[in-house]
């Protein structure tokens, strides 16, 4: 598979980056309402209800595999761009430009790579743990209960450091992403973009200032006990 | 106006280049960039030091071969002008100017600050042409032109090639060029021949030949010396895309 990637020329793979990435958002956006859950019912049973839900639904699940394969994908051709990008300058300039242009795009993959990285964390923390370790049953329910190991999680300061970091730069690479999705797809309209490029603004910062807001509340109420 | 000049000195493709640093004193403000440094080479010649190669032909912003990298920016502190049109007023105030050539993989540097910009050519026989039936000249206003796509096109074929979108680009992309050319011919009924197979060979080549990919970081229109806008790449992955598909050009 890879091999052919290689062979993708360089339009269609920003499309299919573009795609799978504007894929990639509707899942941060699922699971940024199933988080808010948590705030909405500190008695984790509405939370618990949505974690079972979307363990155990089969179209959730059979989506899983296309999320995995998304970020997997996204990532392989992150990479590849970015390699033929610096490639493509082997003898720098003396004097970097600074010319009027969108900020947050040229670091793309170093807010890309953190986001990874935090994205391995997470994983082990709730996914390798949902999946194969030992999880408390909820009250008098069958269900798990996911919303303790949250809360258990988001009691560390360390990893709540690390959350508000990662998830700022995510705030960085969001902004740059979704406007720039649809100037890949060949989107781009007078009267329509400005639009796009304000909802990419908007979207950045409520999905990221979602989850970090969650995570604080959590941290410092006391209505929440680990 | 005194100048100190950090100047990219190399002496043929093979060699390894440096800065060397020169001073211009006298310098008059109403002089143009490229007569300032004809000045310096005139006092290079005197010295019996080789003169700094750059190039140059109409100075006066058409011609697209002047291609100079000064202070961080292509062509230098101003929007949409060629640095061949840039007078040395524009740098009071600045003391030192660095002039580098376009850095880029597709764009090997022959000699100081001259680059060998023959990608470009390259792309352009790939596809940057219109078939065309011989015989006698045509009637003018024969084929009917929506102004507004007339309009379109002729702000994509102000497009004069000189390369500052590649050199602007974090990733040396030649996306800007590449779709001024493909929208200029597509947006008009003498270009839909070949329009399908146009962007295809066209972005083939672009790629072949080491330029990098769009990040959409805006770079290259902010830079461009003749305004051609992100539009105009936008257009072009639209193109891109109904040929891939096989489709109807989108009439867009
Ligand atoms: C939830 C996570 C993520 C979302 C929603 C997301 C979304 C997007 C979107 C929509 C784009 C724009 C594509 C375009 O310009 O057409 C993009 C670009 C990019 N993403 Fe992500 N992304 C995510 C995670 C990652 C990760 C983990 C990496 C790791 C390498 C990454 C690396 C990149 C790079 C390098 C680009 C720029 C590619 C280029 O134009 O050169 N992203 N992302
Ligand atoms: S010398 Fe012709 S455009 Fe500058």
Redesign the interface.
């Known amino acids: 598979m890879s091999n052919s990637i290689l062979q993708y020329s360089s339009i269609t793979k920003k499309i299919v980056m573009a795609l799978v990435g504007l894929f990639l958002l509707m899942f941060l956006l699922v699971h940024l309402a199933v988080n808010s859950f948590l705030i909405f019912d500190p008695s984790r049973a509405l939370f618990n209800e949505g974690a079972h839900f979307m363990a155990t639904n089969p179209l959730i699940q059979s989506m899983q595999y296309f999320l995995f394969g998304g970020f997997i994908l996204h990532i392989i051709l992150g990479l590849i761009l970015q390699i033929q990008n610096w490639l493509a300058r082997p003898v720098r300039y003396k004097i970097e430009g600074w010319s009027h242009t969108s900020p947050f795009s040229k670091f793309m993959i170093h807010t890309g790579i953190i986001i990874f990285i935090f994205l391995l964390i997470h994983f082990i923390n709730f996914f390798f743990v949902a999946k194969f370790g030992e999880v408390p049953v909820f009250a008098d329910t069958e269900m798990e209960d996911m919303g303790l190991l949250v809360i258990q999680v988001f009691k560390i300061p360390g990893y709540v450091a690390f959350y508000v970091v990662a998830l700022i730069l995510l705030a960085f690479h969001l902004h740059h992403a979704f406007q720039s999705a649809f100037q890949s797809l060949g989107m781009n309209h007078s009267k329509y973009t400005p639009f796009i490029k304000g909802l990419s603004t908007v979207l950045s910062v409520v999905i990221s200032l979602g989850f970090i807001a969650i995570t604080l509340v959590i941290f410092f109420s006391s209505r929440y006990q680990a | 106006m005194d100048f100190t000049l950090?100047i990219?000195r190399q002496k043929d493709a093979k060699t390894r280049g440096s800065?060397q640093t020169y001073k211009v004193t006298d310098i008059s403000s109403d002089s143009s960039f490229l007569e300032m440094l004809d000045i310096l080479n005139e006092s290079l010649v005197l010295k019996g030091e080789m003169p700094i190669n750059f190039d140059n032909d109409c100075r006066e912003g058409i011609c697209g071969a002047c291609s100079l990298?000064v202070?961080?920016?292509?062509h230098g502190p101003d929007t949409e002008i060629t640095i061949c049109q840039v007078h040395m007023r524009k740098f009071k105030n600045v003391g030192t100017i660095?002039i580098?050539p376009w850095?880029?993989?597709?764009f090997p540097v022959l000699s100081d600050l001259m680059i060998d910009r023959s990608a470009f050519d390259k792309i352009i026989q790939a596809g940057g042409y219109i078939s065309a039936s011989t015989g006698g000249v045509p009637d003018a206003n024969a084929i009917l032109i929506r102004k507004e796509k007339a309009d379109e096109s002729m702000d994509a074929a102000a497009c004069i090639g000189c390369g500052a979108c590649v050199a602007?680009c974090?990733?040396?992309?030649a996306?800007l060029f590449v779709s001024a050319k493909v929208s200029h011919l597509a947006l008009l009924p003498q270009g839909q021949v070949e329009a399908k197979r146009r962007v295809?060979m066209m972005?083939?080549e672009?790629?072949g030949q080491?330029?990098?990919?769009?990040?959409?970081?805006?770079?290259c229109e902010?830079?461009c010396p003749k305004g051609i806008k992100?539009?105009y790449?936008?257009?072009?992955?639209?193109?891109?895309?109904a040929g891939?598909m096989g489709a109807q050009k989108m009439d867009l």
């Not at chain 2, 850095?103 to 597709?106: I, P």
């Not at chain 2, 974090?170 to 992309?173: C, E, P, T, Y």
């Not at chain 2, 080491?210 to 770079?219: I, R």
Request: with cysteine.
């Open positions: 950090k990219w800065f990298y202070n961080g920016r292509p660095v580098e850095r880029s993989k597709a602007a974090k990733n040396a992309s996306m295809q972005v083939a672009m790629d080491g330029f990098g990919n769009c990040t959409n970081t805006g770079a902010a830079e992100l539009t790449i936008a257009r072009m992955n639209r193109e891109f895309i891939k």
